[in-house]
């Protein structure tokens, strides 16, 4: 199987040739030269598709959205389409981290001022068709897919979480705040399923480490029926949505399945929730939703190898007989990821993940 089949095949929860394999983020400089890349000779997707190839990723990106609006005097700095105030950050290693830096939004009215941004701006199809160029020279060995920032994440970060609680606190400015996000994503998405995209990848950040950014009241009267919208348009156009968000959704897990989300990344192993676990929730919601991630970053930065080759083993042995997983760290790879432990994992799923799934306990 191609990466594209193997990738459609597990969404589909029926069993591939093996359990693919996604990153959401990849800010690893040290493993990249590992593999024979120079990140600093990346132009387009050409050296970070090529990496993905050699590790054995199949799932990769293309960036359609938050693209920089203004650039700001401090070196690496600019606010972007969404009003976010981003920083390029360098680590020991060279690898560069894009952190965010508070929202330019002080209040409602600076909000109201600022031009939305366009679904129809060339550059984002521009984007996409060059990930796909990529992908088709590397004979899909690799699936590229677009992604784009939605609604939760992009709206709060504009303001910063401070601003924003006062913008919640009146209903009106709220809802149109949310539905400007809706109507961006749900457009964008319509117009890259209309171009072919069968998978689209949402940045939408629903909570953090010990629960929600907001009560589940309000997800569900200003972010749901967005979702269920961009879901529907998605899917009648043979389309799949990959929504990525940390944190524990645990209040709100049955509502993003009921939206017709299809897979959701990374199920954050890390949660002060104990019932946030994707062993638990796969024995519940597997036959419903395709599970990607789960592979703590934590573990990746300083557990045992063997801890996190028996992870490892695990997430392929309970949660991937018959398809819906895609094999992943529990966030990104970060700097602090050791080349030790990333190949720990790689080679566990390198070794024990081909079907029919055979791992040892």
Known sequence: MNAPERVLTTINHEE????????????????????????????????????????????????????????????????????????????????????????????????????????????????????????????????????????????WEGFGLETFSRIMARPKQAKKVFDDRGKFTLEMVKILAENDAQIVLLWDDYGFKNGLFMSPLNYRKYVFPWIKQICD??????????????????????????CGVDALNPIESTTANPEYDIFKLNEKYGDKLTFVGNLSPIMLAMGEISEIENYAKRLIREVAPGGGYIFSSGHSINPAVTLDRFEAMQNVKRKYGNYPIKVPN
């Open 233 to 258: 348009a998605a899917h009648k156009r043979d389309c799949k949505i990959l929504l990525h968000s940390d944190g524990d959704l645990m209040l709100i897990f049955e509502d993003i399945i009921k």
């Open 16 to 155: 591939p040739d093996r359990v693919p394999a996604f990153e959401s983020a990849f800010t690893n400089n040290t493993i990249m030269r590992h593999y024979g890349i120079d990140p600093s000779e990346e132009r387009g997707y050409k050296a970070s598709y090529e990496f993905s190839r050699r590790v054995g990723i199949d799932l990769v990106l293309s960036i359609v959205s938050l693209f920089p609006r203004k650039f700001l005097k401090e070196k690496g700095t600019f606010i972007d389409e969404y009003g976010r105030i981003m920083k390029f950050e360098p680590t020991e290693d060279g690898t560069q981290i894009l952190a965010y830096h508070g929202g330019h939004f002080k209040n409602f009215e600076d909000y109201e001022s600022w031009e939305q941004p366009d679904p129809h701006w060339n550059v984002r199809m521009r984007n996409f068709e060059a990930g796909r160029e990529v992908q088709k020279k590397l004979n899909d060995e690799v699936f590229s897919i677009p992604a784009t920032g939605s609604l939760m994440e992009c709206t």
